[in-house]
């Protein structure tokens, strides 16, 4: 994610009827998203203990940390286009789309600045953020689909996997997916295959909904407090790496 390059690694949202009407907020949702920022920081302590000669792990090749990865990504982006039919099935309005669009790519933004002032030679140009931002904007339009969305976003996935060439090993293409070669970045997420996960999330939205949202009921048993991070998972996701690094960085040199 000649051979498939391996997935990326992190070294470091109108919908017509009322099967559809979902609150803005659900629980189990915000349960599983705070479940998921916890699984990620878990990693990227992991990731940082590596960073300081702490631990011997394999990010790049071992199956293990490659699968956590994967299923970590995954979760987030099914989540992202969970919450996007949740969020315009609560509110249409184009403006408040652009506004969330916007707020996600000058967090982008920022993990763009902050990793390359870390790691000038392998910074984060298309990370999680970016790929979500702009999902988030092709999937707009097939909300209100969702058996185009499957269709797609299957196709995208198979598509993402299956298929490489090296015109896209270029800077400019990278983005996109299709590389033959693993780039030079420490969290690379490419449209193809991961706008395919997002695209799903968007036809899993649909039946949550229209089976009144109770395979997400259980997680609702969860403490309050991971639903907490669930709500707040970009501030979360934007301050836990420098919250971690400069914690283990004074522990480590005391």
Not at 129 to 135: D, F, G, K, P, T
Not at 137 to 144: F, N, T
Not at 198 to 204: I, K, N, R
Not at 217 to 241: E, I, K, N
């Amino acid at each position: 994610m000649h051979r498939r390059p391996r997935a990326a690694r992190t070294v470091s949202i109108p919908v017509g009827g009322n099967d559809l009407a979902a609150p803005p907020r659900h629980k189990g949702i915000d349960v599983l998203r705070g479940a998921a920022i916890l699984a990620m920081v878990a990693y990227h302590f992991c990731f940082d203990l590596r960073y300081y000669g702490v631990l011997n792990a394999d990010f790049e090749d071992s199956p293990f940390w490659l699968t956590a990865r994967s299923l970590i990504l995954s979760s987030f982006l099914l989540l992202a286009g969970i919450s996007l039919v949740l969020a315009v099935r609560a509110n249409p309005s184009p403006a408040k789309f652009w506004r969330h669009i916007g707020v996600i790519a000058l967090c982008a933004i920022a993990v763009s600045a902050g990793s390359y002032a870390l790691f000038p030679k392998t910074f984060i140009w298309f990370g999680v953020l970016h790929a979500i931002a702009v999902s988030l904007v092709l999937a707009r339009p097939l909300v209100a689909r969702p058996g185009l969305a499957l269709a797609v976003g299957l196709g995208v996935l198979v598509a993402g996997v299956g298929f490489a060439h090296s015109s896209f090993n270029q800077l400019p293409l990278a983005w996109i997916g299709f590389m033959t070669a693993k780039p030079a970045t420490v969290d690379y997420v490419p449209l193809f295959p991961w706008t395919g996960v997002l695209l799903l999330g968007v036809a899993l939205g649909h039946t949550l909904c229209r089976n009144n949202w109770s395979a997400a009921d259980g997680a609702q048993r969860w403490p309050g407090w991971v639903a907490f991070l669930g709500r707040h998972s970009l501030a979360v996701y934007m301050l836990h790496q420098p919250l971690l690094i400069g914690v283990l960085w004074l522990v480590l040199k005391a």
